[in-house]
């Protein structure tokens, strides 16, 4: 089993940066594909942000060039530095580690940006 816990959510203006948090509790985080996503009030949940257990990241076209993401093997944990925020990025911002056909979810961080 594991476990995941999201922080680092809030209120923030247009054009502003977060950087979101999300740690794991697994023995092996290495060997894992993390992933975020988000989801909007009546949306569907959207893929934003992958890095592979290897290290790729890849990226949504809506998010390319604003935010990264990043992962800390040994501390267990992935990074979602978000710059240059606009309104479309509200929503809830939720962490997920995958590996073949096993997923595992967070609970979700709430990002509003908004002036």
């Known amino acids: 089993q594991v476990q995941l816990v999201e922080s680092g959510g809030g209120l923030v203006q247009p054009g502003g940066s977060l950087r979101l948090s999300c740690a794991a509790s697994v023995n092996i985080f290495s060997i894992y594909d993390m992933e975020w996503y988000r989801q909007a009030p009546g949306n569907e949940r959207e893929l934003v942000a992958t890095?592979?257990?290897?290290?790729?990241?890849s990226y949504a076209e809506s998010v390319k060039g604003r935010f990264t993401i990043s992962r800390d093997n040994v501390k267990k944990m992935v990074y979602l530095q978000m710059n240059s925020l606009k309104p479309e990025d509200t929503a809830v911002y939720l962490c997920s580690a995958r590996m073949q056909l096993i997923r595992y979810w967070g609970q979700g961080t709430q990002v509003t940006v908004s002036s």
């Open positions: 890095i592979a257990s290897g290290g790729s990241a």
